[in-house]
């Protein structure tokens, strides 16, 4: 785990290499088809050197829930065990890890379209503020959790209490995942992680990436 641009894939690459393995992917964005230079997904040729899962597996017209992520990492790391190998989880996305590595219950809600209109129209209007504000109203645990600024995050989570009756909160809660885990976190000076997202962004316009 770490942010953006500090290597992650490399070296689970080489850890996989090393000691063997399977790279799992958690990364939100990776798993869409054709998303490829903008998300600064492993290449075809390095998806060759040791399995990799869970990397274009989803159309980018087509929604892709955490619930579904959830379904396609468990398989995964299953047929890893399967293969007396071990899986290298990289993210990514935190929240598609913690929700593997917790065992969180998603609930099945599906997306309401004419409340995520609503809500977002409301969130365009009265500030983002307001909508986080309205979610510390009824699940504040999630709200501390939230950035203000992740209004996708915080409509789920009221579309969430306004079909079950639950706080988000209260779905996300730790659960025992029935395996051990080894977490190994990738950090870099802020000089440093500047200059090598720079240099990345560089390289993706240099291949084609639209400005």
Same mark, same amino acid.
């Given at each position: 785990?770490g ?19 399977a790279?799992?992917?958690a990364?939100?964005?990776q798993?869409?088809?054709g ?6 997904k492993?290449?075809?040729?390095t998806?060759?050197v ?5 990397y274009?597996?989803?159309d980018?017209t087509?929604g892709?829930s ?8 468990r ?8 293969a007396?190998s ?5 993210g ?5 890890v913690?929700a593997?590595?917790?065992a ?6 599906p ?7 609503a809500?977002?129209?409301?969130a365009?209007s009265?500030?983002?503020q307001?909508?986080? +504000?309205? #979610?510390?109203?009824?699940?504040p645990v999630?709200a &501390?959790?939230? %950035?203000?600024?992740?209004?996708? @995050? !915080?409509?789920r989570?009221?579309e969430v ?5 639950r ?12 395996? +051990?885990? #080894?977490?190994?976190?990738v950090d870099?000076?802020d &000089?440093?992680? %500047?200059?090598r997202?720079?240099? @990345? !962004?560089?390289?993706?316009y240099?291949?084609?990436?639209l400005e």
């Open positions: 785990m942010p953006t641009a500090t290597g992650k894939s490399a070296i689970a690459l080489e850890l996989a290499r090393r000691f063997g393995g790279i799992v992917n990364d939100s964005r798993v869409y088809r998303m490829d230079i903008g998300t600064a492993p290449d075809l040729a998806r060759t040791v399995p990799h899962y869970l274009d597996i989803a980018p087509t892709f955490l619930g579904v992520y959830l379904e396609h990492a398989r995964a790391l299953q047929h890893t065990w399967d007396a071990t899986p290298w989880l990289v990514g996305t935190g929240q598609y913690w593997l590595l917790e969180w219950t998603v609930p099945e809600v997306p309401d379209n004419e409340l995520r209109t809500l977002a129209a409301e365009e009265a500030g983002p307001a909508l986080h +504000d309205r #979610l510390a109203g009824i699940d999630a &501390a959790r939230i %950035d203000v600024a992740n209004v996708r @995050r !915080v409509i989570a009221i209490h306004h079909h079950t009756g706080p988000i909160s209260d779905w996300q809660k730790k659960g025992n995942p029935g395996f +051990d885990t #080894l977490i190994l976190g870099l000076p &000089a440093e992680l %500047d200059a997202i720079a240099a @990345r !962004v560089q390289a993706m240099d291949v084609g990436f």
